[in-house]
């Protein structure tokens, strides 16, 4: 499959983003040695089913373009056993888990297809996929290895989602997040966004950067992307087709390993005003 070229404009300084108090964090099913904590967060703990590493909170903003700094860990994740994730906020923990998928085997295929036909999607460019739209892609291999992979998400041990990372055969592959409709507004997606990128740079240590786009009125997905720590990096007027009505704007954000890694951003700089 040929990849689509997108404009990532170059990025040439570094901005350190400030942490918060901790509220969440990560469990990571391999047993390791405890990290050390940083100061103002809480301190690491071992438990039976693995190393509890502390992230940081963002704080709440009004826009998706605002700056929020996200929840950092003390020690850099790595690869192998799936992800758990513990989010404790007043009083109540969310577990959420990544599991790969094969849509090669009858099982996944059919959850896959029950999953897609089952719930709206009303900010991809179709929005109620058809079944028979679905098998086609399948079969097409769009979400079979070497280029895709597809991901499972459970929140609390039930089913809530799916993500597909496009062009791992890249070294910028893009994310597709699919929640649920019931399990949409809960914060899941902004716990999420910062896993797969953990998940992403450690299993694949060619990549350099990932990508995410959207539409422009999709706020909640825009402002989980910037908590993260990712770019905006372009703005594509009236491109993204929409269920009888006309296109809405596009907007394209990215994460650089080694601003992910730091815990650093390395913001957008226009250059507009030397062709002015």
């Given at each position: 499959?040929?990849?689509?070229?997108?404009?990532?404009?170059?990025?040439?300084?570094?901005?350190?983003?400030?942490?918060?108090?901790?509220?969440?964090?990560?469990?990571?099913?391999?047993?390791?040695?405890?990290?050390?904590?940083?100061?103002?967060?809480?301190?690491?703990?071992?438990?039976?089913?693995?190393?509890?590493?502390?992230?940081?909170?963002?704080?709440?903003?009004?826009?998706?373009?605002?700056?929020?700094?996200?929840?950092?860990?003390?020690?850099?994740?790595?690869?192998?056993?799936?992800v758990v994730l513990a989010r404790?906020?007043?009083?109540?923990?969310?577990?959420?888990?990544?599991?790969?998928?094969?849509?090669?085997?009858?099982?996944?295929?059919?959850?896959?297809?029950?999953?897609?036909?089952?719930?709206?999607?009303?900010?991809?460019?179709?929005?109620?996929?058809?079944?028979?739209?679905?098998?086609r892609r399948i079969d097409d291999?769009?979400?079979?290895?070497?280029?895709?992979?597809?991901?499972?998400?459970?929140?609390?041990?039930?089913?809530?989602?799916?993500?597909?990372?496009?062009?791992?055969?890249?070294?910028?592959?893009?994310?597709?997040?699919?929640?649920?409709?019931?399990?949409?507004?809960?914060?899941?997606?902004?716990?999420?966004?910062?896993?797969?990128?953990?998940?992403?740079?450690?299993?694949?240590?060619?990549?350099?950067?990932?990508?995410?786009?959207?539409?422009?009125?999709?706020?909640?997905?825009?402002?989980?992307?910037?908590?993260?720590?990712?770019?905006?990096?372009?703005?594509?007027?009236?491109?993204?087709?929409?269920?009888?009505?006309a296109p809405r704007d596009s907007?394209?954000?990215?994460?650089?390993?080694?601003?992910?890694?730091?815990?650093?951003?390395?913001?957008?700089?226009?250059?507009?005003?030397?062709?002015?």
């Amino acid at each position: 499959m040929k990849k689509v070229v997108r404009h990532s404009p170059r990025q040439d300084t570094t901005r350190t983003r400030p942490r918060q108090p901790a509220l969440l964090r990560v469990l990571d099913d391999r047993a390791a040695a405890p990290a050390q904590p940083e100061a103002g967060s809480s301190s690491t703990m071992s438990r039976s089913s693995g190393t509890c590493r502390t992230f940081f909170t963002p704080r709440e903003r009004q826009s998706p373009e605002s700056t929020a700094p996200p929840y950092r860990s003390s020690s850099t994740r790595t690869s192998g056993a799936p992800v758990v994730l513990a989010r404790c906020l007043y009083g109540h923990c969310m577990e959420l888990k990544l599991h790969p998928m094969d849509t090669t085997g009858p099982s996944d295929r059919a959850v896959l297809i029950e999953f897609l036909t089952t719930n709206r999607f009303p900010f991809h460019v179709s929005s109620t996929p058809t079944r028979d739209a679905i098998e086609r892609r399948i079969d097409d291999g769009a979400f079979s290895a070497p280029e895709h992979a597809l991901l499972r998400v459970d929140v609390d041990g039930a089913f809530t989602g799916i993500v597909v990372l496009d062009d791992l055969d890249d070294s910028a592959p893009m994310i597709d997040v699919r929640l649920s409709e019931r399990s949409r507004g809960q914060g899941i997606g902004t716990v999420l966004i910062r896993v797969l990128a953990d998940h992403v740079f450690a299993a694949f240590p060619d990549v350099t950067r990932i990508e995410a786009q959207t539409r422009d009125d999709n706020v909640a997905m825009r402002r989980s992307l910037v908590r993260n720590g990712w770019v905006k990096e372009a703005h594509y007027r009236r491109t993204w087709p929409v269920d009888d009505g006309a296109p809405r704007d596009s907007v394209a954000y990215g994460i650089l390993r080694e601003d992910h890694l730091s815990g650093t951003t390395t913001p957008f700089l226009s250059d507009d005003a030397l062709t002015a």
